[in-house]
């Protein structure tokens, strides 16, 4: 249900202390929406209202032309602890069907909006990614990690099934029997192992983080990006279908595709013997 002892809210309390912008700062810089989770004295562990601002930013990432790449990092040593989740009544006060609720509008609704983003996300993973943090890094489409972090599936030390999508993302990263050993034994995974199981594509000094994030993302930036949003697509629907279904779906995306000016730019520069230059339309 969680990774933490404490419970979730039922909804936004009032503020106190930081302002939200703090806790989740945004600026866009040369096409790339950058996200950093700012509250290092928690582990960067989620609250209600910083979930909710996270959603609302891939939402908006992939609405605003001007955006075409996403990197997702932290400040401190943790990436994200898990959830913060104070203040909801104590388990006894709970009704059936609450829970569930709770998980489908909660730590589902956060992996969704990022692997349903528009634009291509990189996590800049700086420290530790326990719980829901390990499966928001894992949601991105590429992952960086700084060589301290750590990979946490924290939920069976606490005696709980995993959520926010952890027992879909694990399998299809890392074949059953590897999801099975990280979910059954909750191990911390070093950054150096989790780029041989193939959870991160690369691991990097920690004071290189940022500009390794910042060299994809700017790359992925000048590409073509609704070709890029296509591919994304195709790719995480392969994992739930079957051939006939992935190949229909290429060829629409294909089709789509075709009907952008960045397509056109792509194969007028090849014929040309330039190199391309899109614009993200």
Not at 7 to 30: I, K, Q
Not at 146 to 153: S, V
Request: glycine share 8%; proline share 6%.
């Amino acid at each position: 249900m969680t990774d933490s002892p404490r419970a979730e809210p039922a909804g936004p309390a009032e503020p106190t202390g930081p302002s939200l912008d703090s806790l989740v700062r945004h600026r866009t810089d040369n096409g790339v929406s950058w996200i950093t989770l700012n509250r290092p004295e928690a582990m960067n562990a989620l609250t209600w209202d910083q979930r909710e601002r996270l959603i609302a930013l891939f939402a908006d990432a992939s609405a605003d032309a001007s955006v075409r790449a996403v990197v997702l990092t932290a400040t401190g040593k943790g990436f994200c602890a898990g959830a913060d989740l104070r203040g909801a009544p104590a388990a006894s006060a709970r009704v059936a069907g609450d829970v569930a609720r709770m998980i489908r509008l909660g730590a589902q609704r956060l992996i969704t909006a990022v692997l349903d983003c528009e634009k291509p996300v990189v996590a800049a993973v700086n420290g530790t990614a326990a719980g829901i943090g390990a499966h928001l890094a894992l949601a991105c489409d590429l992952v960086i990690a700084a060589e301290p972090a750590r990979f946490i599936e924290v939920f069976v030390r606490r005696g709980l099934v995993p959520d926010g999508g952890g027992a879909y993302l694990l399998p299809r990263l890392v074949g059953p029997h590897r999801a099975k050993e990280l979910l059954f034994f909750g191990d911390a995974v070093p950054a150096a192992e989790a780029e041989r199981l193939g959870l991160v594509n690369k691991v990097v000094p920690a004071g290189e983080l940022e500009a390794a994030a910042r060299e994809w993302a700017e790359r992925l930036a000048r590409g073509p990006t609704r070709a890029l949003a296509l591919t994304k697509q195709l790719v995480n629907a392969s994992l739930d279908g079957d051939r006939a279904a992935a190949l229909a779906a290429e060829a629409a995306a294909q089709e789509i595709n075709m009907t952008t000016a960045d397509a056109r730019e792509g194969v007028a520069s090849f014929v040309e013997r330039r190199t391309p230059t899109y614009r993200g339309a």
